[in-house]
């Protein structure tokens, strides 16, 4: 009996078994953005608004995720996350995220990047700010030259 009440604990979406939702070919990018955004073990996302599949996707990383019935109201501890698309035609599709006061964005065709990030930091701190600077100017790798090579002498 007690392993039930803390399994409901655990849980704070619907006890309903569901089958496991391929998300669009687009979702792991917008997650592994969202990751380098938002730290997925210190961060709990209240999912009010997503493609089927992306909240699985979210709970794969580490967030912690309230959906369904729970995502009404937002719980002080989370952020709100909205995933829109939109249709842009010629097969492309924008996707849209947002999350809190911030919004990212980029456009796709058949599951892959056609565009960069565009990022609404409204309100965001400036350790975001940076962060959003490190996607969007990558750091170059830079190419070292190989060791020198010690001189063997024969005798």
């Known amino acids: ?21 391929s998300p669009p070919g687009w979702g792991q990018n917008v997650v ?16 009010v608004k997503a493609p089927p599949g992306v909240s699985d996707l979210l709970r794969l990383v580490g967030y912690g995720v309230v959906e369904g019935k729970a995502a009404g109201n937002t719980p002080p501890d989370s952020l709100r996350l909205v995933v829109q698309t939109r249709d842009l035609g010629d097969g492309r ?11 990212l964005s980029r456009a796709y065709q058949n599951g892959q990047a056609v565009s ?23 750091p170059r790798r830079v190419l070292l030259p190989p060791p ?8």
């Open 93 to 103: 599709v924008a996707v849209i995220a947002h999350v809190g006061r911030q919004t």
């Open 116 to 138: 960069g990030w565009s990022f609404d930091l409204t309100g965001a701190s400036e350790s975001m700010k940076a962060r959003v600077s490190l996607i969007q100017n990558p």
């Open 1 to 21: 009996m007690s392993a039930a009440i803390l399994a409901g604990c655990a849980s704070e979406t619907s006890m309903t078994p569901q089958a496991a939702v």
């Open 32 to 47: 592994a953005a969202l990751a380098m955004l938002y730290p997925p073990a210190q961060t709990k996302l209240n999912v």
């Open 148 to 155: 020198p090579q010690s001189e063997v002498t024969q005798r």
